[in-house]
């Protein structure tokens, strides 16, 4: 009896003790909860009206940034307080962009704020909240977005001129026009994004802007393709050029209207059917197209002159940026960014040490202490007592490694559009991962602009039920200061943020290659200030390894290996599936996205793999040279 009263009792501890363990261990999962203001007005919403607009007549294209531009008319007392557009994402969440706005009595005031577009659902949300962020006007606006999967085919095309009677031949079903003046013409690279062509006829283009010319010759660099008439009007069309973007000798128009003039480094195309020449000169990733005629054309000639013109320009135009593969594009957005980090892992040797200690404990030195002190009956209590005292220590152990703070990776791409150039563009995506699902802030630097780029298809076919008083991440811009806050991400979710700015390096390079018979030959000489490790030539379907190039070393091409490759879009995607050989080609032994690596392999895999998935036409068939700085 005294036996069975004694085994009753240690079932009774053990239970106890299982049940604190529980209480240790906890079952609850992330408490998801929303930090969004309650839409509680503390001003009629009379008081406001509130006009927006976003891309070229509320029209934008997927993957590619807009500007949002918001008119806010105050017709009661001074207000102040911020103007917030929610762009829904992946899994009905949204995106918050919002901008400090100060409106007095009676003063009408826009915002323009650029925006990236990864939505697949044209319902956006705008809202003008007080200083406590409570609403106290909202709008809602749909905006019409082209999709790389469903409208290929269509082109938005932006057009500069005095007289656009004489250009509606470029309008037609698979063409939309946006007819622009200098106030229209977005002062930033991401707010022409969405557009296919820029036409510049019969306009002085001294009208524009520092900004705007700035953002112009970005839009180019990155695949734009820019048409420009000369003719009678050719010092009215090329007044701006006045740098090293476009030169050449231009003379003036003879009497039938047409232009004698020379572009540098240009290839020459001619219609003698109809008369027409156009110089085309390349741009790193776009083309600028300049006709030595003016492009404008009475209405009775559209079907022949007009469609001659048309004809030119797509025959020769650059595809620029490669988005038509929906899944690629987005599974770029993330690629790389990995919230592992090799250096600050679990020691599994710790781990198998105190384990070993566990076993020897409870199997060995438990079993022959209570043996000899004829007190088996306390195994039923020391065990999980024991259980819980090291699991204790291997959650402390584990403890030490968690990420507590957010956690940022990031891949950077800096791109040089010519040898000598000093001025490169650069492109960051970074990942932010939360630590616990509570709020967070991080500062942009000053003067950089940061994006949300999450990836998915959005609410498409569930646009009713998206809710807009919640957000996944929210951009303040405050003068040239920028706040990111992180906001409802779960434990350990992740969100992508891309970046664009120019970078200043001491120097850039030189190179002189040749082709000859399908072969490279020549130089490069790394002028950077930097060392490149990594590098590899590529072009023509040919990449060639040129390894490490130490700053002012030159290498030449001919003496490196030469790896002759099919091009295919999906080409880096097979390296990720395995394809070792094309691995190694980059350097990529261990392919470190997919087994562990260091944080420099995944962004570097991860710089190589958006690069080329971004342009991969224009990367293996022109000439490139890609490297670790």
């Known amino acids: 009896m005294r036996e069975k009263m004694k085994k009753q009792k240690g079932i009774k501890l ?37 006009q927006a607009t976003f891309g070229f007549d509320n029209t934008a294209r997927v993957g590619k940034s807009m500007i949002a531009n918001v008119t806010v008319t105050n017709n009661g007392e001074d207000f102040n307080g911020l103007i917030q557009i929610l762009i829904p994402i992946t899994d009905g969440h949204n995106v918050m962009y919002e901008s400090n706005i100060s409106v007095a009595a009676g003063e009408t005031k826009n915002i323009s704020m650029p925006m990236y577009v990864n939505a697949y659902t044209g319902k956006l949300v705008v809202n003008l909240t007080d200083e406590k962020e409570n609403v106290v006007a909202k709008k809602r606006v749909k905006v019409h977005l082209i999709t790389p999967s469903s409208d290929k085919a269509a082109k938005l095309v932006a057009v500069l001129t005095d007289n ?16 622009l003046s200098e106030k229209d013409m977005p002062e930033q690279e991401e707010g022409l994004q969405p557009l296919d062509f820029i036409i510049i006829d019969d306009f002085d283009t001294q009208n524009l802007n520092k900004k705007q010319y700035e953002a112009l010759k970005d839009w180019v660099n990155k695949g734009g393709n820019l048409v ?10 090329l007044g701006i050029f006045e740098d090293n973007f476009l030169t050449g000798s231009f003379g003036k128009a003879s009497k039938d209207g047409i232009v004698d003039f020379t572009v540098d480094d240009a290839s020459l195309f001619t219609d003698e059917k109809n008369g027409i020449s156009m110089q085309q000169v390349e741009k790193n990733l776009g083309a600028v197209f300049v006709f030595s005629t003016d492009l404008g ?14 004809t030119m320009v797509y025959n020769h135009m650059v595809s620029g940026e490669d988005t038509s593969d929906d899944s690629s594009y987005f599974y770029y957005q993330n690629y790389g960014l990995d919230i592992t980090d090799k ?38 209590g020391l065990v999980p007592a024991l259980a819980l005292i090291f699991a204790l220590i291997i959650y402390g152990m584990g403890a030490a490694t968690r990420i507590t703070a957010p956690f940022i990776t990031y891949a950077r791409i800096i791109e040089w559009t010519g040898e000598g150039e000093q001025t490169g563009k650069g492109t960051t995506r970074m990942a932010i991962t939360s630590p616990y699902n509570e709020k967070y802030s991080v500062a942009v630097p000053k003067g950089v602009t940061a994006y949300a780029s999450m990836s998915g298809e959005g609410d498409y076919y569930f646009e009713d039920d998206t809710n807009f008083n919640d957000y996944k991440m929210s951009f303040r811009q405050n003068g040239d200061q920028q706040i990111i806050t992180l906001n409802n ?29 399908y072969e490279f030959k020549g130089t490069f000489t790394n002028k950077t200030g930097k060392e490149i490790r990594n ?14 190039i130490k700053d002012g070393e030159t290498v030449k091409i001919s003496d490196k290996c030469n790896n002759l490759i099919t091009f295919s879009k999906d080409l880096f995607t097979m390296m990720n599936y395995g394809d070792s050989e094309l691995a190694k080609i980059f350097g990529l032994e261990n392919n470190g996205y997919h087994n562990g690596g260091t944080l420099e392999e995944k962004r570097y895999e991860g710089t190589v793999g958006y690069y080329i998935a971004q342009s991969a036409i224009q990367s293996f068939m022109q000439g490139k040279v890609i490297g670790i700085l």
């Open 14 to 50: 053990w239970l106890m003790l299982f049940a604190c363990i529980l209480c240790v261990a906890g079952f609850s999962g992330n408490t998801c909860y929303s930090n969004a203001a309650e839409n509680t007005a503390t001003v009629g919403e009379t008081q406001f009206d509130i």
């Open 164 to 179: 656009k009677d004489v250009l509606g031949y470029w309008e037609n079903d698979n063409t939309t026009v946006f007819y």
């Open 228 to 237: 420009i008439g000369t003719g009678a009007n050719v010092s009215r069309t």
């Open 297 to 310: 054309v009475d209405y009775a000639n559209w079907k022949k002159e007009g469609a001659a013109l048309q």
């Open 343 to 380: 250096g600050n892992l679990p020691s599994l040797r710790k781990y198998a040490v105190v384990l070993f200690i566990y076993v020897v404990v409870v199997s060995w030195i438990l079993y022959f202490v209570l043996r000899k002190k004829d007190k088996l009956e306390w195994t039923w």
């Open 489 to 517: 991400l779960g434990a350990f979710e992740t969100g992508s943020i891309q970046t664009n700015d120019t970078v200043s390096m001491k120097g850039s390079y030189e190179a002189e290659v040749t082709c000859d018979n």
């Open 535 to 548: 590098a590899v030539f590529m072009s023509d379907g040919r990449i060639y390894q040129l390894g490490t």
